[in-house]
């Protein structure tokens, strides 16, 4: 992607400076793509994109247009909290509501009011992903330290320069964040999402589900689930393999298509 910008022409990379072809929503969320994400704000606009992140309780100190189409790389400085409890909301539908410390057995407080700030269904599509170990294969194969025994969603980031990682996801029960960096503020070596913060998170998610299971949320009505295959670009030419492999996906109602070509 090359994408005109009032500051200049902003070229997106992979992780690994690898570009991967044509891929789905699906891989691209749980491969933990860069191209594809940046795509989301040249789609909707950083504003719109911006918007939606307020909705879900991630607070900003400028304007979409501030921070541009990086947005979606984790541009803007955010809290491990505020990043934690917009999962959180994906967890509970859509739903967000403030967070609040406790000691021992006390109780929520009265005024947590939740808000619808996501569409469910989209909340859930997400969910679906993180939690898919075939669509992380690409970037973290199919049995990463991801991969936990129960249901769980979860994603990992690592920002410029490695001076932070970070692994957040949620099971049935419980959404767990977890921030690997230095104080300072200084860049790590070689440490990643995936080797920093991941297994901490795998270790905390382990321990809360030793005796407890977590099962995989049921789908809200306006989903259908339909069985998708994308089309051979080379079969007239002799045969190139298949873009991806035929499966199941969800759509939103009135949405789905049976084929995907490019």
Known sequence: AQIQTSGGLY???N????????????????????????????????????????????PFKESGDYYGYSLALGSAEVS???????????????????????????????????????????????GDILSDPYARARTFGTDSVLATRFWSAVKTGTSKDMRDNWAIGYSQR???GVWVGNASGAPMWDVSGTSGA????????????????????????????AAVQFADPGAKAGGA?????????????????TSFAI
């Open 198 to 225: 991941a297994p901490i998170w795998a270790a905390v998610m382990n321990h809360l589900h030793a005796t407890q299971p977590s099962h995989a949320p049921k789908a809200p009505a306006g989903l259908v689930q």
């Open 174 to 176: 419980y959404t767990v």
């Open 11 to 13: 070229i997106p990379q």
């Open 15 to 58: 992780y690994d400076r690898q570009f991967k072809g044509w891929v789905s929503a699906r891989t691209a969320l749980g491969a933990s793509l860069n191209v594809p994400a940046v795509r989301t704000p040249v789609t909707v606009s950083p504003d719109a994109f911006q918007k939606q992140l307020i909705r879900l309780g991630i």
């Open 80 to 126: 491990l909290l505020n990043l934690t409890n917009a999962y959180r909301a994906m967890a509970n539908g859509g739903r967000a509501s403030s967070t609040w410390l406790t000691l021992g057995s006390a109780k929520k407080p009265a005024k947590a009011v939740a808000v619808q700030a996501m569409d469910p269904r989209a909340a859930f599509i997400v």
């Open 241 to 257: 393999i298949p873009l991806e492999a035929a499966r199941q996906e969800w759509f939103l109602t009135g949405t789905q298509q």
